[in-house]
């Protein structure tokens, strides 16, 4: 039994629990705290948030593939109906870069835009990637080597997925560091806690991110490329095509979810290789097993930890009652480390054949990049390993202070 340490309050015969997610005794070293929590209350009142949260392996996985929860209730309710305030006028420009996204839209909205995206994104081939990924992570690579130590988020992990996703998209390359400050300040609306001023840069954020993205849209549909973009505009499905600001939110969300978790999970990846004092040599022999290794950092060091769902009928989970338009949070990062799944769930172990983690989510909504993100870490991990074979940890890293995401500050490494 573990011993219960004083940031967390668990009361297991009401099934409720009192955290601050800001204290960095948590987000510092959440998996320890998913551990408590599968030991005394899986399924639990998360006080200071106000919900249930699920963290059940099983519960998880069902939840995410359950039709009477979505990750939208508004096209089959109203805001009265459901007592929601009205949206707020400073994040009306976030608020027109999601409205179709893929993940804020359920069916027949969602199936048809996602369909559409799926044609464009199979046509692009992200296999065919692959010489490019590795192109570019030695070039990274050329630049630090020599130097004998350097800090990997900002010279290799932040560069590597932005590029990826603005080349297949179709957005030019010097965009990066701009893109880089979009998202930074975009997904600042889906923290824990964020404060006005979060709520103003993200605004900012998006008006500028769709202006652009509107601009590229122009040139595009005047002179195609072999893109991305250009796919997503002429993709036809029974007739229909993309609207602009279907397109605009595509490209957003792409954008957005295809390099910040990539990121978070580079630096994930390293340091729990790093830390866990195992050969790389031997993680990474072959495919296979680089495979396997890449599955085990997605297991134990998920970037984004939680994902939440609005019911959308009254429905009774785990003997948890929920009614039209209450909201569940569930912690993929805590099914990934279910003891009734996972042997050892704390433990870095890349030849366990055991359930597939969570970290890509399942169901309708199950991550659309999950083959591109997977072709990054699968090609820049046992690289980086094969040209440093040296590599150490300078110090300890520090976890952002940005839960529900998982990331470091600083990867400082040596070799
Ligand atoms: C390690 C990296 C990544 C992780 C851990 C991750 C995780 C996830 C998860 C858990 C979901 C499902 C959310 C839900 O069910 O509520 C999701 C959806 C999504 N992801 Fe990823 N993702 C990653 C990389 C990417 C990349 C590289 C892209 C783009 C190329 C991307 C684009 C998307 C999109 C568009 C969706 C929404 C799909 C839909 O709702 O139909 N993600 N991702």
């Known amino acids: 039994m573990n011993t219960m340490p004083d940031f967390i309050h668990i009361d297991a015969q009401q099934r ?69 305030p009205e949206p707020l006028e400073h994040t009306q420009h976030f608020d027109a870069a999601e409205r179709h996204s893929l993940l804020e839209i359920e069916p027949p909205e969602h199936t048809r835009l996602r369909t559409l995206v799926n044609r464009a994104f199979v046509s692009r081939h992200v296999e065919k990637m692959k010489p490019e990924i590795e192109t570019l992570a030695h070039g990274l690579i050329d630049r630090f080597e020599k130097d004998g130590q350097t800090e990997l ?97 595509t490209t957003i969300v792409l954008l957005n979810a295809g390099h910040e978790a990539t990121v978070h999970q580079i630096g994930n990846s390293v340091r729990v290789i790093l830390e866990s004092g195992l050969n790389p040599k031997s993680l ?67 030849d366990r054949a055991e359930a597939p983690n969570l970290s890509f989510g399942a169901g309708i909504h199950f991550c659309i990049g999950a083959p591109l993100a997977r072709l990054e870490l699968n090609i820049v991990l046992p690289l980086l390993f094969q040209r440093l074979p040296h590599l150490k940890l300078a110090r300890q890293p520090k976890v952002k202070d940005v839960y529900h995401f998982h990331g470091l500050e600083r990867l400082d490494l040596t070799w």
């Open 16 to 84: 409720s629990v009192s955290l601050d997610a800001r204290n960095p005794a948590f987000y510092g070293n959440p998996n320890a705290t998913y551990a408590l929590l599968h030991e005394h209350c899986p399924t639990f009142y998360w006080e200071e948030q106000k919900q249930w949260f699920f963290t059940g392996y099983d519960h998880v996985n069902a939840l995410l593939r359950d039709r009477r929860f979505g990750r939208q209730i508004l096209h089959i309710a109203t805001r009265e109906e459901l007592g929601l």
């Open 153 to 249: 988020l900002s010279s290799f992990a932040d560069i590597i997925p932005v590029t990826m996703i603005a080349r297949m998209i179709g957005i030019p390359e010097e965009m990066g560091p701009q893109l880089l400050k979009w998202s930074h300040a975009y997904v600042g609306m889906y923290m824990f806690k964020r404060s006005r001023e979060d709520e103003l840069a993200a605004d900012r954020a998006a008006k500028e991110f769709a202006d652009y993205v509107r601009s590229v849209i122009a040139e595009r549909r005047a002179e195609p490329k072999d893109d991305l973009l250009s796919h997503m505009i002429h993709t036809e499905h029974k007739g229909q095509f993309l609207t602009d600001d279907e397109l605009i939110s």
């Open 284 to 350: 990474f022999g072959d495919e296979k097993t680089t495979e396997r290794t890449v599955e085990e950092t997605l297991r134990i060091g998920a970037p984004v930890h939680i994902f939440q769902r609005w019911a959308l009928e009254p429905v009774e989970i785990d003997g948890v009652t929920f009614e039209r338009g209450d909201k569940v949070s569930l912690i993929l990062a805590a099914a990934n480390l279910d003891p009734l799944k996972y042997s050892d769930p704390l433990t870095f172990k890349p």
